[in-house]
């Protein structure tokens, strides 16, 4: 395929927006082959996944979890039941065409019957006492994540073509095949025959493949799918579809006048977006995206006019500035002292298997002769479990834990003459106690680390002293 074309991600908030993403993404006042050498790649409808798993904030159960609970034979049938209403009332919120929504809705209702049916026949091994279906559960979690992108897609297809597209609904799911290849051979046979000079290609953000979507990369698998779209048809550029802008602060922390769109960045900055778990853009489809030199674009669904923020891997801001305050609300300060450290080698190895095994995300670390601290994105009740691993292996250690949260200053270029004076003093006139702070020599951030209950006051005290005092205002309207 020649490079003249962009692979975009739409997120689940702005596909509920149907009305709106229309006017401003699919369509967007384009008309003949203007609409065309774009590929799509969609989400579920916002909250779906949601019902299909388990919500993603409050935990609360979906079809899986009921499932995996197995609490009584009909919860989880229930659970799937909510998933067809939903469906079929955001259908009703679609078509107007009595046709076309009894098309979506029999393609709904065959998608569902389907994978209510294996999971029927799992209930009842599992009733038997005798069958272990543990190993297939990861399975059924594919299974049903798949179904909230494979409704999306298709609706958003037929919707297309009511209005003249060429739309053509590309399903990579797998929900009724045998053939489990890898994803970059399942996305190279689902293209090979397509055209995108005429067609749309409305693509499934979840792909069936060996690798298993759900189970290496979790809720962040559409981002990967997108990714890798892009780099095997070499696209021109990524672009994602967001309800926000990229901003340099959360608009609710330092005010709607006060957040600045960041304009322009690099896949560094993205990085350390990533490591504090906010969502620019999942690190292992930003690595493929760099790899190949595309530049990846996020734009506000919501804005249709504005260019959104470009990143890309030789941007490097033309005087240094900060570009982002953000961090972590709350994490775990797992401190390890070892008065016998010194000199001795393996104490950091054993850390961080320990770590790994509990799935604890590490934010940054930190050292001296006999203390090792990790700053961690994990629960209480997981960074306890870890200290009593390591209590056991080092019974003379003094191994504790404290709730923190982590700020941190990001920029292409921080190394301003000033900038660690500046946000200190911000820090203390806003009297925000500093726990800990870590200032790397690449100059790309700077993490403080101090009180949970301190952590809005940090964000908009840092936020005034280093984005909003003039300093980056040129810049600023340059990227705009």
Not at 17 to 27: G, K, Q, R
Not at 251 to 277: E, F, M, S
Request: include cysteine; charge should be negative.
């Amino acid at each position: 395929m020649s490079n003249n074309h962009s692979v975009e991600k739409i997120g689940g908030t702005s596909m509920a927006a149907t009305a709106t993403l229309f006017d401003n993404v699919l369509i967007g006042g384009r008309k003949d082959e203007d609409l065309y050498n774009r590929i799509f790649v969609v989400s579920a409808y916002a909250g779906m996944t949601d019902l299909l798993l388990e919500h993603k904030n409050s935990g609360e159960p979906g079809v899986y979890a009921r499932f995996v609970a197995d609490e009584d034979l009909e919860g989880w049938r229930q659970a799937m039941e909510a998933v067809r209403r939903a469906m079929r009332d955001r259908n009703a919120t679609l078509f107007l065409r009595a046709d076309r929504l009894a098309e979506a809705n029999a393609f709904v209702d065959i998608r569902i019957d389907a994978v209510a049916a294996c999971l029927h026949d799992l209930s009842r091994l599992r009733s038997h006492g005798r069958f272990c279906v543990k190993e297939q559960l990861m399975t059924v979690r594919e299974l049903l994540a798949g179904l909230g992108e494979a409704h999306s897609a298709h609706s958003t297809a037929l919707l297309l073509r009511d209005r003249g597209v060429n739309a053509q609904f590309i399903d990579l799911t797998l929900w009724d095949q045998q053939d489990m290849r890898g994803l970059d051979d399942r996305i190279r046979e689902a293209f090979a025959p397509v055209d995108l000079a005429t067609t749309l290609p409305i693509v499934t953000g979840y792909a069936g493949c060996s690798e298993g979507m759900v189970r290496r990369y979790a809720r962040g698998y559409s981002e990967m799918t997108f990714s890798r779209i892009a780099v095997l048809t070499g696209a021109r550029e990524a672009i994602i579809h967001k309800e926000f802008h990229l901003s340099s602060a959360d608009p609710r922390l330092v005010g709607q006048h006060k957040a600045r769109k960041i304009g322009r960045t690099n896949y560094d900055v993205a990085d350390q977006l990533a490591n504090l778990g906010m969502e620019a853009i999942h690190p292992g489809a930003g690595r493929g995206l760099r790899q190949t030199d595309i530049p990846l674009r996020v734009r506000n669904t919501f804005d249709r006019e504005d260019g959104g923020t470009l990143i890309c891997s030789s941007y490097v801001s033309d005087t240094p500035r900060v570009e982002i305050v953000t961090g972590v609300r709350h994490a775990q300060a797992l401190q390890f002292f070892e008065q016998d450290m010194v000199g001795v080698k393996g104490y950091d190895a054993a850390i961080l298997e320990a770590l790994a095994r509990h799935g604890a995300w590490i934010v940054s670390k930190a050292s001296n002769a006999n203390t090792i601290t990790h700053y961690l994105s994990a629960n209480a009740a997981t960074v306890k479990r870890v200290i009593a691993d390591l209590q056991t292996r080092y019974p003379d250690a003094a191994i504790s834990a404290q709730p923190v949260a982590i700020v941190s200053v990001i920029g292409s270029d921080i190394a301003r003459p000033g900038l660690m004076t500046d946000a200190l003093q911000a820090l203390a006139s806003a009297h925000v106690p500093i726990i800990a702070m870590q200032h790397q020599i690449r100059n790309v951030d700077v993490q403080f680390m101090v009180d949970v209950g301190h952590y809005d006051s940090a964000v908009s005290a840092l936020h005034h002293a280093l984005v909003e005092d003039g300093t980056n205002m040129t810049e600023d309207r340059r990227a705009a």
